[in-house]
């Protein structure tokens, strides 16, 4: 689970099925989403949830599917538009809305989300491990940029895992 930095939002993981809960500063539910991909053809569990302050959103990383997820409780987000979109601004696709909208980033694999860099834009995952083991033959950190959703760096780990502060050092679950 995480609270957003203001304490106006939380945001809940469950396993079945794997479902993250959003509620407002009063435990009122205001939205679920079953954690699936977007055709809904494959479910995953949660296996990590940050609060991006800057950019008022959680950010969700799935166990099984190769996405990454930002959920703004900004009540002025941005429309989401999934999929390619010859020109947004002219209207040309269908957007769902922003605010407490799943805004979806495709990856290579599944990722835990590990740190949240200090400008909110770019975020820190590594592959997914059991017992907070690396995974073989992952020695790269991957820097997910929020903006571009895209993977832009990767960084080796063991160099980020000396600067990194003790309470977001991974640990067994």
């Known amino acids: 689970m995480a609270l957003s930095a ?8 469950t396993d079945t099925p794997p479902t993250l809960w959003l509620f407002d500063g009063g435990l009122q539910l205001k939205v679920r989403h079953l954690s699936t991909t977007l055709d809904g053809k494959h479910a995953s569990q949660i296996n990590s949830i940050k609060d991006n302050r800057l950019r008022k959103s959680f950010i969700v990383g799935q166990k099984d599917i190769p996405e990454l997820w930002e959920i703004s409780y900004d009540a002025n987000a941005e429309p989401i538009h999934d999929g390619y979109v ?6 040309e696709s269908i957007a769902k809305p922003g605010f407490l909208g799943i805004r979806r980033t495709l990856l290579e ?7 949240i860099e200090s400008s909110g834009v ?12 690396q995974a073989p033959g ?3 950190i991957q820097v ?10 990767e ?11 003790q309470n977001v050092r991974r640990t067994k679950n």
């Open 86 to 91: 010859h020109d947004y601004r002219m209207g």
């Open 144 to 153: 997910i940029n929020l903006n571009i959703r895209r993977k832009v760096a």
């Open 6 to 13: 203001d304490g106006c939002w939380l945001a809940v993981a």
């Open 122 to 133: 770019n975020v820190l995952t590594a592959p997914y491990s059991v017992e907070g083991k």
């Open 155 to 165: 960084i080796p780990q063991d160099s980020i895992r000396a600067q990194l502060p």
């Open 138 to 140: 992952h020695p790269l």
């Open 109 to 115: 694999e599944p990722l835990e989300v590990i740190q």
